[in-house]
Nanobody, 119 residues
Framework: QVQLVESGGGLVQAGGSLRLSCAAT????????MGWFRQPPGKERAFVAQ????????VYADSVKGRFTISRDNAKNTVYLQMNSLKPEDTAVYYC????????????WGQGTQVTVSS
């Protein structure tokens, strides 16, 4: 099983960009589909984006399409979330997650990284 550690969060002005990273330790990173989720203050955690094991297939929440890009580097055991044109409503704790196949539970989570977008 992998362990996940997010980094790259911070404070940014509206319209700015951030790149989040999620480093995985453990075996067989390339066998896991990876996802990003976020939890705004006082709200439920919500899906942001996911990427298949090879990186060929990506899926995005409607709220981030065209602004966020998920990618992965299996040689570095890392998944990224490039966030552009950030809005105050993107403020949240961002989590990466892993699962071993489509339709299976996201059963491994990182500790989260805070992203704050000021207006």
């Amino acid at each position: 099983q992998v362990q996940l550690v997010e980094s790259g969060g911070g404070l940014v002005q509206a319209g700015g960009s951030l790149r989040l990273s999620c480093a995985a330790t453990g075996r067989a990173f390339s066998s896991y589909a990876m996802g990003w989720f976020r939890q705004p203050p006082g709200k439920e955690r919500a899906f942001v984006a996911q990427i298949s094991q090879s990186g060929a297939i990506t899926v995005y929440a409607d709220s981030v399409k065209g602004r966020f890009t998920i990618s992965r580097d299996n040689a570095k055991n890392t998944v990224y979330l490039q966030m552009n044109s950030l809005k105050p409503e993107d403020t949240a704790v961002y989590y990466c997650a892993a699962r071993t196949g489509v339709g299976l539970a996201w059963n491994t989570w990182g500790q989260g990284t805070q992203v704050t977008v000021s207006s």
